[in-house]
C-alpha cells in the first residue's frame, strides 16, 4: 500500500542543506526509515543525483523499496511489474545513473534509489550527474552508501521478503536525538 501526504511545501525540513553565497549546494541530503523488515528499521542517509531527475513532491508513509532484477538496472527489469508506483533499489555499475533512473522510470517507478557496488563503502557518498546523452529523467534518483544497500539486501534474503516498507523522505528535524535510529554500522 503507497500512502503519500501531498502539499508539503518545506522540502527544506526533509533534507540537511548547506548554502554558499552564490546558491551552490554542497552537502545535501535526504532521509529515508526502513519500516520493515524489523532488524533494519533504522533512519538512512541518501543524496540526491547532481543535475538530473526530480524531487519528491509527496510523503510516502509506506511505500515499497524493491531490489531490482537485475541488480544493475541497465535495461528491461525481470521484476518491472513490481516496481510500478514504487521505489527501486538499484546497484551502481554497468552503466550511467541517468540509464538507470530512466530504465526504472520507464517501468513506472517513483524514485529510484542507488546504492554503491562497494559493500564496504560506509562513508563516501557518489555524486551522480548527467551522462552525456542529452536525455532527462523526472523521478527521484538518490544515491545510498553501500554498506547500507548491501545490509538492506541482505535482510531482506535472509527473511525471503521480495521488498522492503519505508518511508520517504523522513524529516529528521522533528525526531529526538534520542529518537533517532541510525544504522549501527554507519557512523553519522
Known amino acids: 500500500m503507497v500512502r503519500g501526504v501531498a502539499g508539503w511545501g518545506c522540502f527544506w ?7 554558499l553565497a552564490h546558491g551552490l549546494r554542497i552537502h545535501e541530503y535526504l532521509y529515508f526509515q ?3 523488515p524489523g532488524d533494519i ?3 538512512f542517509t541518501v543524496t540526491p543525483a547532481k543535475d538530473f531527475g526530480g524531487v519528491f513532491h509527496t510523503r510516502y508513509e509506506q511505500i515499497q523499496l524493491v531490489p531490482a532484477d537485475p541488480p ?3 535495461g528491461p527489469l525481470n521484476n518491472g511489474f513490481f516496481i510500478q508506483d514504487q521505489i527501486a533499489l538499484v546497484e551502481r555499475g554497468g552503466c550511467s545513473f541517468l540509464s538507470k533512473t530512466r530504465v526504472v522510470q520507464e517501468h513506472g517507478g517513483r524514485a529510484v534509489i542507488i546504492s554503491d557496488n562497494a559493500a564496504d563503502n560506509d562513508s563516501f557518498y557518489v555524486e551522480m550527474i548527467q551522462d552525456s546523452s542529452r536525455r532527462t529523467a523526472d523521478i527521484p534518483a538518490l544515491f545510498l552508501l553501500g554498506r547500507d544497500g548491501y545490509m538492506i539486501r541482505r535482510s531482506l534474503e535472509q527473511h525471503g521478503l521480495p521488498w522492503a516498507i519505508i518511508s520517504i523522505p523522513v524529516n529528521v528535524t522533528s525526531i529526538p536525538t534520542f529518537e533517532l535510529l541510525q544504522p549501527p554500522w554507519t557512523f553519522w
Open 34 to 36: 526502513v519500516l520493515s
Open 41 to 43: 528499521r533504522y533512519i
Open 13 to 19: 525540513l526533509w533534507c540537511s542543506t548547506c548554502v
Open 72 to 74: 544493475e538496472a541497465c
